[in-house]
């Protein structure tokens, strides 16, 4: 059988997704046949997946865990962080509805957000049977306090903040989010599915230690550079991962919080060898070198007339006519549009300087 061509993300420039670290390609190999769903059969999977929900939890505030912490499996953890490696930032999402869903009381559910949310809680909403209130963003495509606090109501169980937004990588007001979610009874969930790995060496207001936030996606595998499947998902307090457990009546292990039955060996055993090779000081170095390419583009593109958004992490936003995208798609140039027609440029580990300047020689060259 002929192979087909592996990818290579020399024209990738719209994605959320890299290249892996060397190290998590070589974990993911070995831990390819293990089960993370069934820690007692698989339990080295297990101890690795501890490790990584772990080291999530001091990227996202939630303090260091202590030396011993890799012999207590995840399910019967005692300290937070509390939480597991998920799919990716669609399972996280839908499991942080699903846990506040089960934990407040409520007949007729809500959770509010900005519109600047993932899709993955429209996904969410559906399968939960829970109401999902999107409100407009302000100017700068955050949420809007006021505006969030005006749709929270005595049936709200969520109130859902962005850190790192999709299309605009913006951040919300994380702190005035969470408490407007308390003040109202309600559970507060930051996404920081794609930021979660770039926001530690910013000044941003975003994690567990800066705000009463209770739960949080934070993927190994978009800036983590772990191998996909690696979405994370954790939360505050025990209480949440226990209001999505179902008992298991036939494992040895007794209750089971993940949303997949059998799940990926190698995504979890990738996302814990890439952090234990890059947090703090690579991720830190990666975020510097991204932030500065960012700025560097944005400017190339505003010298040359486009209208460029103002870059607060590494996506750069411009306004390309419709003929030059084309163009540019045809050129094999992998990029993709915002909901409003703009163009995104997302600077992950695999976009250089040498990358962006054969973009831009493209772009002049279509003018
Ligand atoms: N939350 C945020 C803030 C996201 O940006 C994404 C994905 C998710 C949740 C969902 O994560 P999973 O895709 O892991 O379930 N954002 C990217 C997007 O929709 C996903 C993506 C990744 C798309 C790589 C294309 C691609 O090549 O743009």
Redesign the pocket.
Known sequence: MQRAAPQTFDR?L????TEPHPAAREAAERFLATNPGDPATYAEIGDLETRAVATLGELAGLGSAPPNETETSVAARDAPPYGYVT?????A?IQAVRSARNRADADDPNVVAPESV???FTKAAEVLGVELRTIPTDDDHRADVDAVGAAIDSETVLVVG?A???EYGRVDPIPELADLAHDAGAYCHV?A???GFLLPFTDHEWHFGHAPIDSM?I?P??CGRAVIPA?GLLFRERAGMDALAVDTPYLESTSQASLTGTRSGAGVAGAAAAMDALWPDGYRREYERADDLAGWFADELRKRGYDVADVELPIVVVDLESPTFDALRDRNWRL?RTGSGLVRVVVMPHVTRGMLRRFLAALDEIR
Do not use: L, R, Y
């Not at 719209?14 to 997704?17: A, E, I, L, T």
């Not at 799919?87 to 399972?91: F, H, I, L, Q």
């Open positions: 990738v719209s994605s959320m997704c799919s990716g930032g669609t399972e999402n993932h899709f993955s962005v790192g937004s999709t996404d599915a794609w930021g996606t993927d595998h978009k979405g993709s």
